[in-house]
């Protein structure tokens, strides 16, 4: 099972430090940046599986980092912030935070906030696995199988299909999913879908051929679909 992956966006050292040795204590890989700038750039190049955000940074307010976020980012936010105004917190949720912690915070409610926002980000209804008729997707950790039979995916591959078999029914566009799995330096690099998504059909299905799970919409993306 992967380790989840946690970008810290905060400008002071003494909560960066605090937060690294409370997560990698329980299991979580952690990466720290001091700005804003910084943390989009690190963000995009490898969208971690969480992140937390600051809104006090030194360079570029943390809301207008989260709207900038939001415009391709779909995993949680918690935003941790010495802001307490209820205007602030409102603010923050209605440009898409999933949760907002006050400094100083316990660390085990932030553990306890951390694990509730994956926990729902893997699927919204609760569920750990999703069943398609012999295509099994165990959200929890993180493997495929196909008629009881372990498929070795790569983690990209997991990242990709994962995502569109939780937005089963609905075509998501090609710099949808790029921005997602491989960040916003990616949008124009096509390839990248074409190659993954031949890569991932190979292993799932049985005529990789003639789809019946990951179905190509011409020059607009692909859309992860099951008939029973």
Do not use: C
Request: net charge neutral; hydrophobic share 40%; glycine share 6%.
């Amino acid at each position: 099972m992967n380790k989840a992956e946690i970008l810290i966006i905060d400008d002071e050292p003494q909560i960066r430090k605090l937060l690294e040795i409370t997560l990698l204590s329980n299991g979580y890989l952690v990466k720290s940046a001091t700005s804003a700038k910084e943390g989009l750039i690190m963000a995009g190049n490898h969208p971690p599986v969480l992140i937390l955000l600051d809104l006090g940074l030194p360079d570029e307010s943390g809301h207008i980092v989260l709207q900038k976020l939001r415009q391709w980012y779909t995993n949680p936010i918690i935003i941790l912030s010495v802001q307490k105004a209820e205007e602030e917190i409102i603010k923050a949720l209605d440009n898409g935070a999933n949760d907002y912690l006050s400094k100083p915070f316990r660390t085990g409610e932030l553990l306890a906030r951390i694990r509730s926002v994956i926990r729902n980000s893997s699927n919204e209804e609760g569920e750990t696995t999703m069943d398609f008729d012999g295509l099994t997707i165990d959200l929890i950790t993180r493997t495929v199988k196909k008629d009881n039979q372990l498929v070795k995916l790569t983690s990209t591959e997991y990242n990709l299909l994962s995502l569109l078999a939780r937005n089963e029914g609905k075509v998501l566009t090609h710099q949808f999913l790029l921005r997602a799995i491989w960040g916003p330096g990616y949008i124009n690099q096509s390839q990248y879908l074409r190659v993954f998504i031949a890569q991932i059909r190979k292993k799932i299905e049985d005529d990789p051929n003639r789809p019946q799970y990951l179905l190509t919409e011409s020059g607009v993306g692909y859309r992860f679909i099951f008939n029973k």
